[in-house]
């Protein structure tokens, strides 16, 4: 029987308020279940108006804050999102006439030219703000993705045989020679992506850090705190979300990082998704 999980429970998942079995209960469910996942999406988005609104309780809105505004970046996010919300309320109770709808452009053409400036402005404004907001829409999957990707690469999943694996080795450097470049053909079954990066340098690093990213695009994933494994030779072992990764080709840049938290030597691997 599938596996559910009540609005209230997942709040107080986001919100840091349950123990660990049923934290990495909900995480393998974000993991492996779609609709979990959009779920747990949804429901972030619900505490974040809530939050805007001002509709959390005090210990709730404390660790709202200590959860999703530690960064300049979030806490800009958030006015961001305040914003929309304030613009959103005065349009609503701006009065309607004789009960016929009518939009700000309409409005804008029945005003005053001395008000047309400042309400164009705002009304820019907001348009800049919508685009934001979009944007922000792509934030939260880039993080949802980041999330994945540290689960997965827990040291107690990366030793878990998990099913539908699909594993490669991966030799660092461009194709050499008649050497083929890795393939690798996504199924229905294929849940997770396992490379085995060798690592040919000579220096050891205590970890290693991996950011993925498909070969002419922008948006990169990165994977820190990777330890090398030396049974059949010394390489890093990382696992990705299958479904996260469409057909195309990708580069990972596979840094060592030092006891200083400084980057070391760096080595490239490429391969393939296809369909």
Known sequence: MKEETSDA????????????????????????????????LAAEQDLIE???????????????????????????????????????????????????????WSRLRTLKPVFV????????????????WLNGRDDRRHRAIEQELAQLNSP????????????????????????????IKKTADVRVIELRLAWDQKERYLSYQAEIKGVGKDESFT????????DRGY?????????????????IRLSGINADGTTGLVEEYLFTVTD
Not at 163 to 176: H, I, K
Not at 223 to 230: F, I, S, W
Not at 235 to 251: E, N
């Open 117 to 132: 400036i400042p309400i164009a402005v705002a009304a820019m404004i907001a348009i800049v703000v919508a685009v934001v």
């Open 223 to 230: 994977t820190p705190k990777l330890q090398a494994e030396n």
């Open 156 to 183: 107690s999943s990366l030793h878990e045989a998990l099913p539908g694996t699909f594993s490669a080795d991966l030799s660092p450097g461009a194709v050499r020679g008649a050497e083929r470049e890795t393939e």
């Open 235 to 251: 390489s890093v072992r990382i696992k990705l979300p299958a479904p996260r990764f469409d057909r195309g080709q990708y580069q």
């Open 9 to 40: 429970l997942l709040r107080a998942f986001l919100l840091g308020k349950i123990d660990d079995e049923e934290r990495e209960r909900i995480e393998r469910l974000f993991l492996t279940d779609s609709q979990e996942r959009e779920r747990v």
């Open 50 to 104: 809530d939050y805007v609104e001002d509709n959390l309780a005090p210990e709730d809105k404390e660790r709202f804050i200590a959860i999703y505004a530690q960064t300049p970046e979030q806490r800009q996010k958030l006015r961001i999102t305040s914003s929309i919300k304030n613009w959103a309320m005065r349009e609503a109770a701006l009065p309607q006439g004789n009960g016929t709808k009518i939009s700000v």
